[in-house]
């Protein structure tokens, strides 16, 4: 996973960013529509979930940023936004909070509503 400051300006990002509490905000206004999945290493659901992720950022390249938080690495941003159960997604528009999904969800659940922000 690359961190937020590794990305070239002129290439895509096509796989999910490591997020954390120190560049969270910086992160979810970095484009239109930002997804940031939260997860931790020890969570099954998370790692069921975690290929459809990585589907998704090569799908949506150019055009959807997404990312990574850790939740026990990262626990003020999970508390700021009240994650209480994990896989956790979050979806920001122009750096605004406009939906979350809590649990498992397929790839094609989340790409519908995905969809629907673009």
């Known amino acids: ?5 590794m990305r ?5 990002v096509d796989k999910p960013l490591e997020v954390t509490d120190a560049n969270f905000d910086d992160f ?4 239109g529509l930002v997804v940031v999945d939260c997860w931790a290493e020890w969570c099954m659901p998370c790692k069921l979930m975690a290929p459809a992720i990585d589907e998704l950022a090569r ?3 150019g055009r959807v940023l997404f990312g990574k938080l850790n939740v026990d ?3 003020a941003t999970a508390a700021r936004f009240s994650i209480e159960a994990i896989p956790t997604i979050l979806i920001f528009k122009e750096g ?8 498992l969800r397929t ?12």
């Not at 979810?28 to 484009?31: D, E, K, P």
């Not at 605004?96 to 649990?103: K, Q, T």
């Not at 790839?107 to 673009?118: F, G, M, P, Q, R």
Request: glycine share 10%.
């Open 107 to 118: 790839l094609h659940e989340l790409e519908e509503v995905i969809k629907a922000y673009l």
């Open 73 to 75: 690495y990262n626990p």
């Open 59 to 61: 799908r949506f390249g």
């Open 1 to 5: 996973m690359e961190g937020v400051g």
């Open 8 to 12: 070239q300006a002129s290439k895509p």
């Open 28 to 31: 979810v206004r970095r484009a």
């Open 96 to 103: 605004r909070l406009v939906d979350r999904l809590v649990g």
